[in-house]
């Protein structure tokens, strides 16, 4: 029986609320905190109407940690979820730390001003972390999060060793809308707009945004996609805890309606994230085209079809080299069905609520910065099974 503090009411905050409100056992008493509490008073109504159970909401700035530090003295949790955005992650890692309690989110943190995401600011607080005795989780969502479970899973049962991994994410689903994100807008936007980058042979290689791709079949009836190459965060921490990888890219599907309206919006420059003055008011392009997008929240009602997120992985098991693809599929409209959120937003906020399961019964413990790599992936994956992202492994000889 635990207390947890969830910060961030947007599409992932609501999923992980939702599955921590059906998990009575672990989560008994739940506090859910954002910048606008309007969103955190829906989410609890919906919650309330679904489950019957009660949670509690706050206004909180989550940028100033003399907030969130009040909030968890005042509410006493065991465990800060944090689904706000990576801006937010360093202060309330802070928060934390100043208040002795774990920590677990879902993206690794991001300056504003610069769109590069790494670990090292992270990592830096493992010493302080591992002193006041208290663990952070990074990265429980789907990529990262499962992805990473995936390949410690595929090391200890499937391999001896693990020398290629592509991690590849397809969205087969359409919103209705011309041009929307599935996730925050403005987070989605400077990931797909930043240089590619991918593991070979010991060094890290560069690529021009979206120059690189290739045609990846995907199973149960989703078929051949376009899948582009990208930079993301997992890789950083896989290549750092899996020595034998020779080779790790990350992979992901785009509409062409997809990438065209993107193109025009880098080319007038929308996409832009420096200021730049408007009618004499300082304003950041694409804080302001996020404020004309659909909310990636609202998507659910409308967005059809399945995702599928999977490893493909090749080693060595018994002098042999085989290959293997284990992956998820989610279904759009049953995830709004369950939870009231689209795919995306599902598929990110149960591991955020499995991780936090984790922490909470002591399945995973540790003192100081983990990534999910690091813990034993077998009840992280059964619970997989048990709440609605089961997984299907295949393996064929090279
Ligand atoms: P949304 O934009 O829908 O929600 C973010 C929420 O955080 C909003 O409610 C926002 O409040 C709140 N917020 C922003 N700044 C603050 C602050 N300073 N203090 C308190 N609350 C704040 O994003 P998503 O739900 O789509 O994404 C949430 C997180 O999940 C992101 O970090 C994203 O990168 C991550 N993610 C991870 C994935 C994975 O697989 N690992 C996949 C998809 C997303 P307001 O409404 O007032 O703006």
């Given at each position: 029986?635990?207390?947890?503090?969830?910060?961030?009411?947007?599409?992932?905050?609501?999923?992980?609320?939702?599955?921590?409100?059906?998990?009575?056992?672990?989560?008994?008493?739940?506090?859910?905190?954002?910048?606008?509490?309007?969103?955190?008073?829906?989410?609890?109504e919906?919650?309330?109407?679904?489950?019957?159970?009660?949670?509690?909401?706050?206004?909180?700035?989550?940028?100033?940690v003399s907030e969130t530090v009040a909030l968890i003295r005042s509410f006493n949790p065991d465990l800060v979820v944090n689904v706000a955005l990576p801006y937010q992650d360093l202060a309330?890692?802070?928060?934390?730390?100043?208040?002795?309690?774990?920590?677990?989110?879902?993206a690794n943190y991001e300056h504003p001003d610069e769109a590069r995401f790494e670990y090292k600011w992270q990592w830096a607080f493992h010493d302080r972390f591992k002193e006041k005795g208290i663990m952070a989780l990074l990265g429980s969502g789907f990529d990262p999060g499962v992805t990473n479970v995936f390949c410690v899973h595929a090391l200890k049962h499937r391999f001896d060793e693990i020398h290629e991994l592509d991690i590849i994410d397809c969205n087969a689903g359409d919103h209705g809308h011309p041009f929307a994100t599935n996730f925050n807008p403005e987070i989605n936007?400077?990931?797909?707009?930043?240089?590619?980058?991918?593991?070979?042979?010991?060094?890290?290689?560069?690529?021009?945004?979206?120059?690189?791709?290739?045609?990846?079949?995907?199973?149960?009836?989703?078929?051949?996609?376009?899948?582009?190459?990208?930079?993301?965060?997992?890789?950083?921490?896989?290549?750092?805890?899996?020595?034998?990888?020779?080779?790790?890219?990350?992979?992901?599907?785009?509409s062409d309606n997809y990438l065209k309206h993107l193109e025009v919006l880098q080319n007038v420059g929308m996409t832009r994230i420096d200021p730049v003055i408007y009618e004499g008011v300082e304003i950041i392009p694409l804080k302001f085209l996020k404020t004309l997008l659909p909310d990636p929240a609202s998507l659910g009602p409308a967005t059809k079809g399945r995702t599928c997120i999977g490893c493909l992985?090749?080693?060595?098991?018994?002098d042999k080299i085989i290959q293997y693809f284990i992956y998820n599929i989610c279904d759009h409209q049953e995830a709004y069905q369950e939870v009231g959120a689209q795919a995306i937003s599902y598929t990110t906020g149960v591991p955020a609520m499995i991780g936090a399961m984790m922490v909470l019964t002591g399945k995973w413990r540790g003192k100081g910065v983990f990534n999910m790599e690091q813990f034993d992936p077998d009840p992280f994956m059964e619970q997989l099974n048990l709440h609605g992202l089961p997984w299907t492994e295949i393996t064929w000889n090279d």
């Open positions: 029986m635990s207390r947890v503090l969830i910060i961030g009411a947007g599409g992932v905050g609501n999923v992980v609320v939702q599955k921590c409100a059906q998990t009575p056992s672990v989560f008994s008493e739940i506090i859910l905190a954002g910048r606008t509490k309007s969103k955190c008073d829906k989410i609890a919906d919650v309330r109407i679904r489950t019957g159970k009660t949670i509690l909401t706050a206004q909180i700035d989550a940028d100033h309330i890692m802070e928060a934390c730390l100043e208040t002795g309690v774990h920590y677990l989110d879902t936007i400077r990931e797909v707009t930043a240089k590619g980058r991918f593991w070979e042979n010991g060094n890290w290689k560069e690529t021009e945004p979206l120059s690189k791709s290739m045609s990846f079949d995907f199973p149960e009836g989703i078929g051949p996609k376009k899948c582009y190459l990208m930079y993301h965060e997992e890789l950083e921490s896989l290549v750092k805890h899996f020595k034998s990888l020779k080779k790790a890219r990350f992979w992901m599907t785009f992985i090749k080693g060595i098991r018994r």
